[in-house]
């Protein structure tokens, strides 16, 4: 089975602390993505990564930045946290495969005081 | 561009009664197909995905969909809910390289 693993399930930091949260797979996929989920909004698109120092911009990437420097690691970065970055963060990996499904890893409940 | 509308919020549902929970979409490039399932304090789990062939597919958990080209739409349907079947609901389309774009959810709640 394919297992995505997130740092921390729940995280409290401080408004303008430089902030990481951690993403590991351990099924050799290419494709790896970040997501926020907020009540209501579902989940939206921040980041994502198809190999190793690739990336592209998702639909909300203002206030995120991201790293890939092995296959199976891919970490968001929040430089200065904000309030309005408390959300839930979902990390997800693809299989450039037949399959075509996503694996979502458990989720990090950020909030920023 | 691609955009998914997830037409109920919240649904209500006594137990063993059928239930149907509405997705429409829209894309400018072919995509797939899915819907989601997230339990309480849990990540999302995959009910069930379209990619080609018969337009009715069937997932987990008794669930089924079926996809309507001419309507853009992806219904999700099971005939007779329990008490565990309570929790959000995800639909999404995706592109070929894994970029989904999802709906803002529907809250399933089935009743005793």
């Known amino acids: 089975d394919v297992k995505v693993t997130q740092s921390s399930r729940y995280l409290v930091k401080r408004t303008g602390e430089k902030v990481f949260l951690e993403c590991v797979q351990d099924m050799d996929h290419e494709n790896m993505f970040w997501y926020r989920q907020d009540p209501g909004l579902g989940l939206r698109l921040i980041y994502f990564s198809y190999d190793v120092k690739m990336k592209e911009k998702g639909d909300i990437p203002e206030g995120y930045s991201v790293s890939r420097e092995k296959k199976e690691r891919f970490s968001l970065i929040l430089e200065s946290a904000s309030t309005n970055q408390t959300s839930m963060y979902l990390c997800?990996?693809?299989?450039?495969?037949?399959?075509?499904?996503?694996?979502f890893g458990p989720g990090t409940r950020l909030t920023v005081t | 561009a691609q955009s998914v509308t997830q037409l109920d919020s919240q649904v209500p549902v006594f137990e063993e009664a059928p239930v149907e929970l509405r997705c429409n979409y829209s894309s400018s490039v072919s995509v797939y197909l899915f819907w989601y399932v997230q339990y309480p304090n849990q990540g999302l789990q995959l009910l069930l995905k379209y990619l080609s062939g018969s337009t009715l597919v069937k997932g987990i958990n008794g669930f089924e969909a079926e996809f309507n080209k001419s309507q853009t739409s992806f219904h999700l349907r099971k005939p007779s809910v329990h008490i565990s079947d309570t929790a959000e609901y995800f639909c999404a389309v995706c592109r070929w390289e894994g970029k989904s774009t999802f709906g803002d959810g529907t809250t399933l709640t089935v009743k005793p």
């Open positions: 997800a990996t693809y299989a450039r495969d037949a399959t075509y499904e996503q694996y």
